[in-house]
């Protein structure tokens, strides 16, 4: 079993930053598929980045390219997202998921374990 716990969240202005970690039980990341979803109030849960740690390739959604960048450290078994330049529309609740594997899935039915979530909210 694998537990997820992410971090960071918080309030925000807009064109701030925040970067989220997700702390994973076990010697997780290093063979691992890592993601972050979201969900804003009334919609449905989104991709957001994932990366895979046997390979350390990275892929993330278009809304966030050039915004959003994911990392791992195999040391401290953790995956971060930090987030610059957030809008409005960045408001969600941000979940970390997990699932042994390399591949670079966006699809939340891929992932087999999820953390609780944390807030990001962030005022016009």
């Known amino acids: 079993q694998v537990q997820l716990v992410e971090s960071g969240g918080g309030l925000v202005q807009t064109g701030g930053s925040l970067r989220l970690s997700c702390a994973a039980s076990?010697?997780?990341?290093?063979?691992?598929?890592m993601g972050w979803f979201r969900q804003a109030p009334g919609k449905e849960r989104e991709f957001v980045a994932v990366i895979s740690g046997i390979i350390g390739s990275t892929d993330c959604a278009d809304s966030v390219k050039g915004r959003f960048t994911i990392s791992g450290d195999n040391a401290k078994n953790t995956v971060y997202l930090q987030m610059n330049s957030l809008k409005p529309e960045d408001t969600a609740v941000y979940y970390c998921?997990?699932?042994?594997?390399?591949?670079?899935?966006?699809?939340?039915?891929?992932?087999?374990?999820w953390g609780q979530g944390t807030q990001v909210t962030v005022s016009s």
């Open positions: 076990g010697r997780t990341f290093s063979r691992y598929t």
């Open positions: 998921a997990a699932r042994r594997g390399s591949a670079l899935q966006t699809k939340e039915w891929y992932f087999d374990y």
